[in-house]
């Protein structure tokens, strides 16, 4: 198994494992917008896309995005979407898919990595805890949705 980042090539079949990412959060089934809306990233490269291959399969992915921190003049990467596909899991493919994300922001010389997870995910926040994650106990996440 291993972890490379995703060409526009590969986009196809990551919309696939995409769409089931999103069906596990709820989200109907819709392949033309998984694979619309990872077009759009990656054209106007607003994302890194790491993929997790396993006999040209892709079981996972990691998807960055850029941020900047006005205090620190600097930049860093929101890990918003990582996924394993149910079979593949408990095998250390997120761990390694964390990894690559965390080497590569380290060569961008990015400031950090930070991530969202939900408070009942526990498996997800003990793994993100051994790798080195902090939990915020400093600021309180707002949201003004829009749609």
Known sequence: MIVRRATQADLNQLAVLFDEY??????????????NFLIQRFENQESVFFVHVKDDVFTGFVLLY????SVAC?????LDDVYVTPIFRRQGSAKQLIDTAILFARHEN???ISLETQKTNYQSQQLYEKMGFVRD???ITY????K
């Open 74 to 78: 600097s930049s860093y990467y929101i």
């Open 22 to 35: 999103r069906q596990f959060y709820g989200a109907s089934s819709n392949i033309d917008q998984s694979l």
């Open 110 to 112: 990015a400031l950090r």
């Open 66 to 69: 850029k941020g900047f921190n």
């Open 137 to 139: 106990d400093e600021f």
């Open 143 to 146: 949201h003004c949705f829009l």
